[in-house]
């Protein structure tokens, strides 16, 4: 069955330390891969997508997120994390048959510790 | 820059009642789109609307419809609220052919 998944529910980090969040991918053929964030309270807003080309995608907010083929994953990544990076990061998928349908995963809550 | 709207904002009912969930989107985008969001389930899709007078169910359309009322406006109906529906709800829009790129605020619907 098609599926995508974050394993990891909740991540704490200390302001200034680096993020990584892990996003796996089960489809019969590479989809198209979207990372998007909610803010408390407010609706999602696209930080990146990958359709094809160069592996390493580079984002809004200065998130960048690498397609690793032979993984199935999807990793979102952030150099350096600010307070305001704090909230719910969500992982999505579409098919390449039909874009219209895409599918999130459960989420990531990510915490930032000054 | 008012993006997508969403009304209401909050809203509880009683099981049995009728509701419409307002979207309404000033970007002239074709493509419109709602999705209920439940904790730790990420966000399911409803029903979507790929262009003006087109309407496709998504992963749970059960106990819902839709009307693509002209271009900027995209409605939800449940039309005998169940406990099951208690839910926030958001509407998202984009170019013909795109993912969503743009949402809403969201519709905090409890069903009692």
């Known amino acids: 069955a098609q599926s995508v998944t974050q394993p990891d529910i909740h991540i704490t980090v200390s302001e200034g330390a680096s993020l990584e969040l892990r996003c796996n991918y089960s489809?019969?053929?590479?989809?198209?891969l979207f990372w998007y964030v909610q803010s408390p309270g407010q609706g999602l807003q696209l930080l990146l997508k990958?359709?094809?080309?160069?592996?390493l995608v580079q984002g809004i907010k200065g998130f960048e997120a690498e397609f690793k083929r032979s993984q199935s994953s999807f990793n979102l990544r952030k150099p350096s994390v600010h307070w305001s990076d704090a909230a719910e990061y969500f992982c999505?998928?579409?098919?390449?048959?039909?874009?219209?349908?895409?599918?999130f995963g459960a989420g990531t809550t990510v915490t930032v510790r000054a | 820059n008012a993006g997508v709207t969403q009304t209401p904002k909050f809203q509880v009912l009683k099981t049995g009642q009728s509701m419409t969930l307002q979207c309404a989107q000033d970007?002239?985008?074709?493509?419109m789109y709602w999705y209920r969001q439940d904790p730790g389930m990420g966000l399911r899709l409803i029903y979507y609307?790929?262009?003006?007078?087109?309407?496709d169910k998504g992963e749970v359309p059960n106990g819902y419809n839709v009307s693509r009322l002209n271009k900027r406006e995209f409605s939800l109906r449940l039309e005998s609220a169940a406990p099951s529906q208690t839910s926030v709800y958001f509407c998202?829009?984009?170019?013909?052919?795109?993912?969503?790129?743009?949402f809403g605020d969201g519709t905090r619907l409890s069903i009692l």
């Open positions: 998202a829009s984009s170019e013909y052919g795109r993912q969503p790129q743009h």
């Open positions: 489809y019969g053929a590479t989809p198209y």
């Open positions: 990958y359709f094809s080309g160069d592996t």
């Open positions: 999505a998928v579409v098919p390449r048959s039909n874009d219209y349908k895409l599918s």
């Open positions: 970007m002239n985008h074709n493509s």
């Open positions: 609307s790929a262009s003006e007078g087109t309407t």
